[in-house]
């Protein structure tokens, strides 16, 4: 594939894989600010859902899948989840910022109070 010259933010990286802009084929700026999926990422959640869709009930097995795909996976998979747990924390301070107190969030969150203010606070 030929790399397509983009003269945008080079700063910009791939929120699942971490790949900076001048890595990849293409960014896809997503719905959060600073949020984006590369092309690659894109092909691997295609693959995933191609397989999840052809069998649902089997789960995808990466010990059986190509060492380099299985250790993409993982990463975009860890990636994913700090991304998340960012928009989560973002998320917390807003409401904490309106006056939700941290009984409702731990328990829209499904955790104690005192879980979430630990996980959420900032504070030690």
Known sequence: ?????????ESRTCSFCGKAQREVNR???GAGVGLFICDQCID???????????????PIDLPEAP???????????????????????VAVRAL??????????G????????????RYSGEE
């Open 96 to 105: 904490r910022d309106r006056g939700v107190t941290w009984s409702r969030i």
């Open 1 to 9: 594939m030929s790399r397509r010259k983009d003269f945008g933010d």
């Open 44 to 58: 691997l959640c295609k693959e995933i859902l191609d397989e999840e869709s052809a069998d649902p009930a089997r």
């Open 67 to 89: 060492i380099e795909q299985a250790i993409q996976r993982m990463v975009a998979l860890h990636r994913s989840r700090q991304q998340v747990d960012r928009e989560a924390a």
């Open 27 to 29: 960014l896809v700026a």
């Open 107 to 118: 328990q829209a969150l499904g955790m104690t109070k005192q879980s979430a203010w630990e």
